[in-house]
């Protein structure tokens, strides 16, 4: 059974930067999806980013891109994001997921596997 836990999450200021943490368990890289969303009051969940299927680049928002970067350490059974040149906009409760089959990184209903959320806040 995958467990998932984010950590990470705090208040920065505009065009400051995070780097959000999430340890998995029973998750093996490369065979599915390992991805992360975000939530922000009043708004659907969307992706963020992603590493999928075994693909050496990943997937990412247009929304993020350049500034977000997504990674994995095997050795720690953990994924980061980067987050780099926060915006306001980016004030979300941001989430990891992992899904068990190869399919579209950006579709909600391809994971299975959910954590717990960690809060960022990006003041003006």
């Known amino acids: 059974q995958v467990h998932l836990v984010e950590s990470g999450g705090g208040s920065v200021q505009t065009g400051g930067s995070l780097t959000l943490s999430c340890v998995t368990s029973?998750?093996?890289?490369?065979?599915?999806?390992m991805g992360w969303f975000r939530q922000a009051p009043g708004k659907e969940r969307e992706a963020v980013a992603a590493?999928?299927?075994?693909?050496?680049?990943?997937y990412y928002a247009d929304s993020v891109k350049g500034r977000f970067t997504v990674s994995h350490d095997n050795a720690q059974n953990t994924v980061h994001l980067h987050m780099t040149s926060l915006q306001p906009e980016d004030t979300a409760m941001y989430y990891c997921?992992?899904?068990?089959?190869?399919?579209?990184?950006?579709?909600?209903?391809?994971?299975?596997?959910w954590g717990q959320g960690t809060q960022v806040t990006v003041s003006s």
């Open positions: 997921a992992t899904g068990l089959l190869c399919r579209l990184p950006d579709r909600i209903s391809n994971y299975n596997t």
């Open positions: 029973g998750y093996t890289y490369g065979r599915g999806l």
């Open positions: 590493i999928y299927c075994g693909r050496i680049d990943a």
